[in-house]
């Protein structure tokens, strides 16, 4: 008897560990309807929508388009982008690419890298959704300005239907180089809290510090500041 309930319990959490990659993977698709819905409602700078969702058992795909608005003269830049969502147990790892990659043609800010966006959620609600950028290093043909660093990280946490969200950054060097002078900032850390107020109005607090930073003129002495 006592072996017939091991065997009955194996098979049960066999059944369990098989089934909830299903659920997770039904419920993702649920969940970023709703994530389109409420990002849409929220505010009025971009506009995101799917197009295509492609529900699989371990996995799932989705592309769809971010239009970004400009609030000055209503100009819009559309973005179609790429995502692939990996079923988990309690929740999903969805991972965003852009479709026409994340530089201009032509372009290598990045190096050998590409930066990284992924969103996570958990059935029960809560998201964390992280952009990680490796070094790069951005030049403006027109002014001849540099801008490169160390890479950093970029997270925002909060929940489907939460009227709370958190962001945070942290940038552990960069530099604006341009033909004046150049500006070099360490330690370049951010810790926002933000509470809808009402339909696309957000209030809240935060907090900005910086380790270090030194300005370089070209026909100067350099200065130095330090947090």
């Given at each position: 008897m006592k072996r017939?309930?091991?065997?009955?319990?194996?098979?049960l959490l066999v059944v369990v560990v098989v089934a909830l990659p299903w659920g997770t993977g039904y419920l993702a698709k649920q969940q970023w309807q709703q994530v389109?819905?409420?990002?849409?409602?929220?505010?009025?700078?971009?506009?995101?929508?799917?197009?295509?969702?492609?529900?699989?058992?371990w996995n799932s795909e989705?592309?769809?388009?971010?239009?970004l608005r400009n609030p000055a003269n209503d100009d819009e830049i559309s973005l179609?982008?790429?995502a692939k969502v990996s079923h988990g147990l309690t929740g999903n790892l969805t991972e965003f690419q852009p479709v026409n990659g994340w530089t201009p043609s032509g372009e290598n800010w990045f190096g050998d890298e590409a930066p990284r966006l992924t969103a996570e959620t958990r059935l029960w609600g809560?998201?964390?959704?992280?952009?990680t950028v490796p070094k790069f290093s951005i030049t403006?043909?027109?002014?001849?300005?540099?801008?490169?660093?160390?890479?950093?990280?970029?997270?925002?946490?909060?929940?489907?239907?939460?009227?709370?969200?958190g962001l945070s950054a942290d940038w552990p060097s960069l530099v604006i180089a341009a033909e004046e002078a150049d500006i070099r900032l360490s330690g370049l850390t951010l810790?926002?809290?933000?509470?809808?107020?009402?339909?696309?109005?957000w209030v809240g607090e935060g907090t900005v510090a910086l380790q270090s930073m030194e300005?370089?003129?070209?026909?100067?002495?350099?200065?130095?500041l330090r947090g």
């Open positions: 017939q309930w091991i065997m009955a319990s194996a098979g389109t819905q409420e990002v849409n409602r929220s505010q009025a700078l971009l506009d995101m929508q799917i197009e295509r969702y492609d529900r699989g058992f989705f592309e769809g388009t971010v239009l179609p982008y790429l809560s998201a964390v959704g992280e952009l403006d043909d027109g002014s001849a300005e540099t801008v490169f660093g160390s890479g950093g990280v970029v997270r925002v946490e909060g929940g489907l239907g939460s009227d709370t969200v810790e926002q809290e933000m509470q809808r107020l009402s339909g696309d109005v300005l370089m003129p070209a026909n100067a002495d350099a200065v130095m």
